[in-house]
Structure formats: C-alpha cells, structure tokens
C-alpha cells in the first residue's frame, strides 16, 4: 500500500512559487568583432604577401579591398589623382569608401597624409620595389644623360616620380631637363609601347609589360645604390593603443611574415591570387617578380629613406620640410618586434 504524499501549507505555497518564476534566460553570445579592414591598392604587385595572408586566417575575420593610406581615415585624396590620366588597371575593384584598419602604401603616400593625419604609424615594411628606368634607344637614348629633353612619363606625386628624379640626380640632370607627362602605370607602358613617350619610371608589372613588347628596342638604367620603393602597413596610433585592436593586427602580421617568406620560397600561390587581382597576366607577374624584396620587416634606413622623401615632397608642396624627429615618429617598431616576439 502506498503511502500518501503528504504537503504542508508551507510546501505547497513554495512550490507555486518556484512554477510562476520564470527561468533565467540564457546571456546572448557575444557578436564576433568587425573583419579587420586591410586595403592596398589592386593594381599593385606589393600587395601580393597581405593578399596571401587573408586567405589564411579564419573565414570573416579579415578583409581586402583596393584602397591606400588615406582609407584610415576615409579621407580624400586629390594630389595623387589630379594632373594623372590614363586607363586603370584591369577589372580593378572599386577603392574602399570606408575606414581601414591597416594600409598598404609607399611611404610617399604616408608622408602626404600625415601632414593632416599625423596620427599615422608606418608598423611593417612588407616589400621593397627594385624599379627601373625602361627607356627606347630608337629615341636617341643609351645613357641616362641621354634622357635630357626626352618626353617621360611616370606617375606623379609617388615613389615612381622619387625614383625618376634619384635617377636623373645620378647624371647631374633635374626634373627641368625632360618633359615629364603624368600618367597611371598602365598608361605610362602603353605610351612608351606606342611611341608617345620615350621613356618611363613606373613600377611592375608594367615595366615588364613595356620592355617585352619593345623587343630589341629597349633599354633599362637602375643605377647602383638607386632609390627603392619601401611598401609598408600603417596603422592609426589610437588603434595601437587599443589593446584589443593591437593584438588582432598583430596576430594578422604574423600570418603577413609567413608571406613574405611564401613570396620567397613558393610564389606560385600568390602570383595567381594577384592575378585575379590586378587583371595582369599571370606569366608577367612571374617575369616581373624579381624586382622585388620581400623583408616583413622595417628597413634600418627607413628613416633616412623617409627624410630624402620629404625633401622632395616638401619642395613639390612649397613647405618646409618636416625634421627628422618628427618623422621618426611616424615609424612604431614596437609592432614588428611584438610580432617577432613569439
């Protein structure tokens, strides 16, 4: 016989209590963080070990788009389109109209926006462009002193116009003694392809571009100890203070380091990643590929490098040049050796 399950009044009047309570609801999962923004302009080559790099992080952390340095701060860009024509390269994704978290640009780039921005921060150099001069000696040119009162095209206001003028420097030529035309990389190797220019200082792979298609009729001048272009990531300062912001830059510079290595030792991945990219053949992005280092660090004369830009910027703004100090602090080392540290 079963005995009787017998409540007190007490009893009976907590368990009704416990049936009206609600139960605690669960605390909703936290929203994963925005991508990171990382953004280089897509007709670049440099670009190529960040490219890679995205591809290698977890799906939706980070994402690329075109865009430079002013992307940190949605800001315009006049200076370096104004005066420049010529056909884009490619299929070209649209320049991201929104905020980056890092940039990637020649340190011409850097400079010109932090005289607005001085909040920039140049964090890693991810590569180095060997550029060349690739003039015709059907033009009546064999020397660089030859180029004198030649027509040459480069792309103003950029590394490609600093090394135009280190190279007329090196024949105690200025910038006075050519007729410099102004024009995008593609359209500089289209003119000297088509006999509108006789020379051209632009970056790959458009030299390459040009000097196949000349033949015969070609010659280029990379003069000993020349000027090279330092393509680097900035960050805004502000974001390295975060140290939420901080730790997901530099764990994604740690992938970027693996690419450089991988644009070294197995570049095949990359090359058909910038490809797709940049609309360029795939077999001249590999021609043109050894005009390139690729150091993921920062270079010990970045700074010198930086100061002889200045220089020449300041001179084309009519200002006075920045000094050293003040643009040592654009440079923030303490990323790279973060991102070497483990």
Same mark, same amino acid.
């Given at each position: 016989?079963?005995?009787?399950?017998?409540?007190?009044?007490?009893?009976?009047?907590?368990?009704?209590?416990?049936?009206?309570?609600?139960?605690?609801?669960?605390?909703?999962?936290?929203?994963?963080?925005?991508?990171?923004?990382?953004?280089?302009?897509?007709?670049?080559?440099?670009?190529?070990?960040?490219?890679?790099?995205?591809?290698?992080?977890?799906?939706?952390?980070?994402?690329?788009?075109?865009?430079?340095?002013?992307?940190?701060?949605?800001?315009?860009?006049?200076?370096?389109?104004?005066?420049?024509?010529?056909?884009?390269?490619?299929?070209?994704?649209?320049?991201?109209?929104?905020?980056?978290?890092?940039?990637?640009?020649?340190?011409?780039?850097?400079?010109?926006?932090?005289?607005?921005?001085?909040?920039?921060?140049? @964090?890693? %150099?991810?590569?180095?462009?060997?550029?060349?001069? +690739? $003039?015709?000696? /059907?033009?009546?040119?064999?020397?660089? !002193? &030859?180029?004198?009162?030649?027509?040459?095209?480069?792309?103003?206001?950029?590394?490609?116009?600093?090394?135009?003028?280190? @190279?007329? %420097?090196?024949?105690?030529?200025?910038?006075?003694? +050519? $007729?410099?035309? /102004?024009?995008?990389?593609?359209?500089? !190797? &289209?003119?000297?392809?088509?006999?509108?220019?006789?020379?051209?200082?632009?970056?790959?792979?458009?030299?390459?571009?040009? @000097?196949?298609?000349?033949?015969?009729?070609?010659?280029?001048?990379?003069?000993?100890? /020349?000027?090279?272009?330092?393509?680097?990531?900035?960050?805004?300062?502000?974001?390295?203070?975060?140290?939420?912001?901080?730790?997901?830059?530099?764990?994604?510079?740690?992938?970027?380091?693996?690419?450089?290595?991988?644009?070294?030792?197995?570049?095949?991945?990359?090359?058909?990643?910038?490809?797709?990219?940049?609309?360029?053949?795939?077999?001249?992005?590999?021609?043109?590929?050894?005009?390139?280092?690729?150091?993921?660090?920062?270079?010990?004369?970045?700074?010198?490098?930086?100061?002889?830009?200045?220089?020449?910027?300041?001179?084309?703004?009519?200002?006075?040049?920045?000094?050293?100090?003040?643009?040592?602090?654009?440079?923030?080392?303490?990323?790279?050796?973060?991102?070497?540290?483990?």
């Amino acid at each position: 016989m079963r005995k009787a399950l017998l409540l007190t009044p007490v009893a009976v009047l907590a368990l009704a209590a416990c049936a009206a309570t609600p139960p605690t609801p669960l605390a909703a999962p936290t929203p994963p963080p925005e991508p990171l923004t990382v953004v280089g302009h897509s007709s670049v080559l440099e670009f190529g070990p960040v490219l890679l790099a995205s591809t290698k992080v977890p799906e939706g952390t980070v994402v690329t788009a075109s865009g430079g340095v002013p992307n940190l701060w949605d800001a315009a860009d006049p200076q370096l389109s104004s005066g420049v024509s010529g056909r884009p390269a490619g299929d070209a994704p649209p320049v991201s109209p929104g905020i980056a978290d890092l940039a990637g640009n020649a340190g011409t780039q850097t400079l010109r926006m932090s005289l607005t921005h001085p909040d920039a921060r140049i @964090v890693m %150099t991810v590569t180095e462009g060997l550029y060349r001069m +690739v $003039a015709r000696p /059907s033009a009546g040119i064999s020397s660089i !002193a &030859d180029l004198k009162g030649k027509r040459v095209a480069t792309f103003a206001n950029t590394s490609a116009a600093v090394f135009l003028n280190h @190279v007329l %420097t090196s024949a105690g030529l200025s910038e006075a003694d +050519v $007729a410099i035309t /102004s024009l995008t990389a593609p359209a500089s !190797a &289209d003119a000297l392809i088509n006999g509108e220019v006789d020379a051209i200082s632009i970056w790959e792979p458009d030299s390459e571009r040009a @000097v196949k298609a000349l033949g015969a009729d070609v010659v280029t001048f990379r003069p000993e100890g /020349s000027y090279r272009e330092i393509y680097s990531l900035n960050a805004k300062a502000g974001d390295l203070a975060d140290p939420v912001m901080r730790g997901r830059i530099v764990d994604f510079l740690r992938e970027v380091t693996d690419g450089c290595r991988a644009a070294e030792d197995d570049p095949g991945q990359m090359q058909a990643l910038l490809a797709e990219r940049t609309g360029q053949d795939r077999a001249l992005i590999a021609e043109s590929w050894h005009h390139h280092r690729f150091p993921c660090a920062l270079p010990a004369d970045l700074l010198d490098v930086l100061v002889a830009e200045e220089r020449w910027l300041a001179e084309k703004d009519g200002r006075a040049p920045r000094s050293r100090g003040e643009l040592a602090v654009l440079i923030d080392s303490s990323v790279v050796e973060e991102v070497r540290a483990q």
